[in-house]
């Protein structure tokens, strides 16, 4: 093994040791380890930007791009975000520990299940120092102690910020192995910690494309993810304009980088001569470039959509727009070019939203709601490690509860097998 | 690609396509199609114990010992016994479609969970034909597609009963393709099997532990599985004798060679001078071999454990006994070498059961029952295709709800992110 190797054995072994301690430890020491790191984190607000402060000197004198230099830094602002975020965790309920579905067996046993935590979570992010936070937050609120792999360009800003964390998991009298930040800029690092599977129990990395698809081609470990982000509204026969309109601009206008934003619109042949020109309208205002197939073509005036654009996650102020028969069309064009991330339907039919959201087959599937709500905040768990479009394990968006596992609780007075 | 491939490439994207057609289907088809088998089956017996008897044959030539021609062996008694499992698969809930904890939020939308297939299931057996029944009858219930691969002397076996079962599916006018039998025996057929993840979800492993080793090792699809049952059962300082004597005796010596029988019995120094000759006197007439720690042998007279034994699955008439010093001597040990299966603490103490349960980090955690209730019949799920002792996805047993997923359903009326 290379010294690299080595490396992040140990922080396993020491994560592994530390995860036994942090899954005895109750509500109150957790909270409390989350309370006491916000505190330390505002005490130490002129180490943080003075670390910060070295990583942005260094990502200027590399020439990084201005957007990831914005990224990089600690403002105030963004301090007292991520303080908020730790009061925000603490107040969440705790997932460990609570049974459900106790019931008495005919043998006289009562069998239930117990939520626990995963165990050792490895995080793999870019050069965003809030998500150190949110990520050990959210690992230590669900019982999990967390490996941290933070991009290169923080590495400082992530040093500095770890040791806050850590004075709080002392304040707590957790171990402070409860959240380890790899230190080494090395590539191998990941490569080590993503294979190491009787250390790590899931590894949930976050960024760009290229990252996530390494990850999840060379990991030993399950990995909870999603690539893309190709979702769908589709206009029925039968849908209100009054909602229809609205959704698919919020879909695709309320932010274009984002997962859960409309990539392609699909629209009822019946509705197309109606709604398209008003769509056309409202997107040329948002400065939308729109790409249609040909019978989109005819009603109004855009761009060629080719067979890529089915396919294609812009991520930008792009739509691709396709006229459909109805809803068998719109379900088997979905199904077919989804990324199974979100999809919606704009109906006042109700017997063709229940088919949708039974045939579809994607991680969030909606009835008249733009596909923007695909979000932890939005459906209630309080926060969100991630989105996963896999159907293994966790699936949508993933908070507290997709880093916790159940395990089969027998109470008996005795019970043997006869 | 080779010709295996191809092949295997094939019955995949048939898979994906019939277990679209499948999710569709409700459920009075569903079990249509398990009846109308049920029915196939009784009505080919003989074609079925001709085809058995072409195995057996091929089998007793090539020197097949005597305990695996017995499982191979397609008798009367065991066609009854496949047709009654169709009828019980058909006679349970339909996890498929339900949703749950649909609730509105602040937003006004109402988000809930549907469960729904996992859409294709790998089966990987040995030669037991009946396996073939029962792994086809789970899959189709939770509306999961499969391809099974048994073992190579049940070959013609198993395509007599795929043809009753594809009878099946056509009599409920469901794709024959949802059961697909690999008919070939060439080893290069699981190695593509367990790599295609384009076109199966999750891989279900059941046979020896180098079946599963493998399997495990170079499976690029998830794989639900445990490798070894290495259970306990802790006699706490508390126990009542009157229970922890006959739980102790039964999770040993009711079955030998099944996974969730206890492997080490572990007694608190409090309890061994009364218990262990109690013991040694029931496992003495049941024809059990001690291994014992020091602490056992100043007790009873019986072979020295090593410290092989303590990790050692026996499957057989042995069993390792530790004397410990109480709770934490006890939960460390479990935690340590235990397979993380099933263990089992007798006690009459409140907080030690409750610090049992919380503490012991197994797929399943036991008060006063012997460890051989861990089992999907004897835990309610109806049916079990197998038991996982990983965290990631299905824990424990697993039943119908273990094939299946959960994705999110948001139900809007027109709503828009703010």
Request: with cysteine; aromatic share 4%.
């Amino acid at each position: 093994m290379t010294t690299v190797q080595d490396y992040i054995y140990t922080l396993g072994q020491q994560a592994r040791q530390a995860s036994k301690a942090l899954a005895r430890a109750n509500t109150g020491t957790k909270n409390k380890a989350l309370l006491a790191m916000a505190e330390v984190i505002d005490q130490q607000r002129d180490t943080l930007k003075r670390a910060n402060q070295r990583d942005l000197d260094a990502g200027k004198a590399k020439g990084l791009e201005p957007s990831m230099l914005d990224r990089l830094e600690l403002t105030d602002t963004r301090i007292d975000a991520m303080i908020e975020g730790l009061h925000q965790v603490a107040a969440l309920a705790d997932p460990v520990g609570g049974i459900t579905d106790l019931a008495f067996r005919p043998s006289g046993i009562q069998v239930g299940k117990m939520r626990v935590p995963l165990g050792v979570i490895g995080i793999i992010y870019e050069s965003r120092p809030n998500v150190t936070v949110e990520a050990a937050s959210l690992c230590i609120k669900s019982g999990n102690a967390v490996i941290l792999r933070g991009g290169s360009e923080a590495m400082e800003s992530n040093q500095a910020l770890a040791a806050c964390i850590q004075a709080g998991l002392d304040q707590a009298q957790l171990p402070n192995t409860v959240v380890q930040v790899i230190e080494t800029t090395d590539r191998e690092a990941v490569g080590a910690l993503i294979t190491m599977n009787e250390f790590v129990d899931v590894i949930v990395p976050r960024g760009g494309k290229s990252l996530i698809e390494r990850v999840s081609r060379d990991a030993r470990v399950p990995v909870i993810k999603h690539l893309d982000g190709i979702c769908h509204v589709y206009i029925d026969d039968d849908a209100d304009a009054a909602k229809a309109i609205p959704i698919a601009i919020n879909a695709k206008t309320h932010r274009y980088g984002v997962c859960n934003a409309m990539e392609t619109l699909l629209v009822a042949t019946s509705r197309a001569q109606e709604l398209l020109p008003l769509l056309a309208q409202a997107y040329a205002e948002k400065g939308v470039e729109l790409r249609g197939c040909e019978r989109t073509q005819v009603v109004i005036s855009c761009a060629a959509a080719t067979e890529s654009d089915w396919s294609t996650e812009y991520l930008a102020p792009i739509l691709a727009i396709k006229v459909v028969d109805g809803l068998d069309a719109a379900i088997e064009h979905i199904n077919h070019f989804s990324s199974q991330h979100t999809d919606s339907i704009v109906t006042e039919n109700y017997s063709r939203g229940r088919r949708f959201i039974t045939e579809v087959d994607s991680a969030s599937v909606m009835i008249n709601a733009s596909t923007r709500f695909a979000d932890g905040f939005e459906y209630g768990l309080g926060a969100e490690i991630g989105i996963s479009t896999d159907k293994i394990h966790a699936r949508g968006p993933v908070g507290l509860e997709g880093l916790t596992s159940q395990k089969y609780v027998v109470l008996g007075d005795g019970q043997i097998r006869e």
